[in-house]
T-cell receptor, first 115, second 113 residues
Framework: DQQVKQNSPSLSVQEGRISILNCDYTNSMFDYFLWYKKYPAEGPTFLISISSIKDKNEDGRFTVFLNKSAKHLSLHIVPSQPGDSAVYFCAAIGAGGTSYGKLTFGQGTILTVHP | DVKVTQSSRYLVKRTGEKVFLECVQDMDHENMFWYRQDPGLGLRLIYFSYDVKMKEKGDIPEGYSVSREKKERFSLILESASTNQTSMYLC????????????FGQGTRLTVV
């Protein structure tokens, strides 16, 4: 039972344009959401996070939006650069219950930014 | 900077061998995790530890065990390696709580032949 879902396995965009990566979740106990970036043969690196009390968090070119009623979040990258090409993982942490303190990840989306 | 170090980048083991994957973190984090990454499946949690000698099963614990005798070290053990355990294994650590990011090691690519 996939509690965090990234339904787009891949996304291709042109350099300078916006990249939008989407993520849906089903567990109502999830309270904190994160995006990670991963290059081949390396561990994931933290990008940006958002608490459930907010609907937007911005850090430079990266913005995460949270729609709690729809159980949906998205990562916007503007402008996209070729160096952004990587696998992006959405993750969620629960505020209580069996999901407390543990990161649950989506399947990942491969982003390719073309020069 | 937080550093999470996994003992090997690449490992090749034979079916039936006992395999140890070691992970060390240097930031006094309470939580430590072992995940495996497979194409199309994302990162799946194998085991989680929230304190020394404390552990919880994740989503796919079958065929694995863990050991945490010291706060900074978390070991993943494959009791009898099988070919379906060929994967990328990722260790992570974080502070306790529900609103903190985890930091990952560089990963161990394990091939079981």
């Amino acid at each position: 039972d996939q509690q965090v879902k990234q339904n787009s396995p891949s996304l291709s965009v042109q350099e300078g344009r916006i990249s939008i990566l989407n993520c849906d979740y089903t567990n109502s106990m999830f309270d904190y959401f994160l995006w990670y970036k991963k290059y081949p043969a390396e561990g994931p690196t933290f990008l940006i996070s958002i608490s459930s009390i907010k609907d937007k968090n911005e850090d430079g070119r990266f913005t995460v939006f949270l729609n709690k009623s729809a159980k949906h979040l998205s990562l916007h990258i503007v402008p996209s650069q070729p160096g952004d090409s990587a696998v992006y993982f959405c993750a969620a942490i629960g505020a209580g219950g069996t999901s407390y303190g543990k990161l649950t990840f989506g399947q990942g989306t491969i982003l390719t930014v073309h020069p | 900077d937080v550093k999470v170090t996994q003992s090997s980048r690449y490992l090749v083991k034979r079916t039936g061998e006992k395999v140890f994957l070691e992970c060390v973190q240097d930031m006094d984090h309470e939580n430590m995790f072992w995940y495996r990454q497979d194409p199309g499946l994302g990162l799946r949690l194998i085991y989680f530890s929230y304190d020394v000698k404390m552990k919880e099963k994740g989503d796919i614990p079958e065929g694995y065990s863990v050991s945490r005798e010291k706060k900074e070290r978390f070991s993943l053990i494959l009791e009898s390696a099988s070919t379906n355990q060929t994967s990328m294994y990722l260790c992570a650590s974080s502070l306790s709580g529900a609103d903190t990011e985890a930091f990952f090691g560089q990963g161990t690519r394990l091939t079981v032949v």
